[in-house]
């Protein structure tokens, strides 16, 4: 069984491609037209007349040849066109279930580890929010840690989260006026760097270790 591997952008790429192809030559046809279908006459004579008749009448031809083309090319762009929509909606509808079964296999997953040590098994520390806090720590296995908080005035910048078995430490926040910034958090213990220490606050805050 064959498969059929299509990217939604690089048809309508190919669709905008074309629809420039097309209407180069259309404005070629335009301009060719008076020329070619309105022969004029080499000499006053009945066989120039004759002739100058025969190439006009080639040239209306290939105009109305040109005008079939030109319909035929405008019903396969919009055709292209709503095959890429097509693509673009069917692979929108399917990213959102698989994303759901992810996260739900990740929470199962990290539910234990959740619950007994207050840290995920796979995944990044969360981020601290509230002044002064301190990052998450990273999953036991894999992920880093957290990004520690800024403290509020005369309070130290929340410590940066640390990793698990692989990951970096979660950066320490800014100490606020007058005190110091939080530490970083420590680096995996098999693999990772440590995270770096927050700036000391202005009026003698000293920075994190």
């Known amino acids: 069984m064959s498969y059929v591997l299509v990217s939604p952008d690089m048809v309508a790429a190919a669709a905008e491609d074309l629809t420039?192809?097309?209407?180069t030559i259309g404005a070629a046809n335009a301009a060719a037209a008076t020329s070619t279908t309105e022969v004029l006459a080499a000499a006053t004579d009945e066989v120039s007349a004759r002739i100058a008749e025969l190439f006009g009448a080639y040239g209306r031809e290939y105009q109305a040849i040109s005008a079939e083309a030109a319909a035929f090319h405008a019903r396969f762009l919009q055709a292209l066109n709503s095959g890429a929509g097509a693509y673009a909606f069917a692979e929108a509808a399917n990213v959102s279930p698989l994303q759901?079964?992810?996260?739900?296999?990740?929470?199962l997953v990290n539910a234990p580890t959740q619950l007994l040590l207050g840290r995920p098994l796979?995944?990044?520390g969360a981020d601290a929010t509230v002044p002064g806090g301190a990052g998450g720590d990273g999953g036991i296995l894999f992920g880093s840690g957290?990004?520690?908080?800024?403290?509020?005035?005369?309070?130290?910048?929340?410590?940066?989260?640390s990793a698990g078995l692989w990951g970096n430490g979660g950066t320490g926040g800014a100490g606020g006026m007058g005190a110091n910034g939080g530490a970083g958090g420590n680096g995996g213990w098999l693999l990772g760097f440590g995270g770096q220490g927050g700036i000391g606050g202005t009026g003698a805050g000293a920075g994190g270790a």
């Open 122 to 124: 796979i995944g990044n």
């Open 20 to 23: 420039t192809l097309g209407s």
């Open 100 to 107: 759901t079964l992810e996260q739900d296999v990740l929470n």
């Open 146 to 161: 957290g990004n520690g908080a800024a403290g509020a005035p005369g309070q130290a910048g929340g410590a940066g989260g």
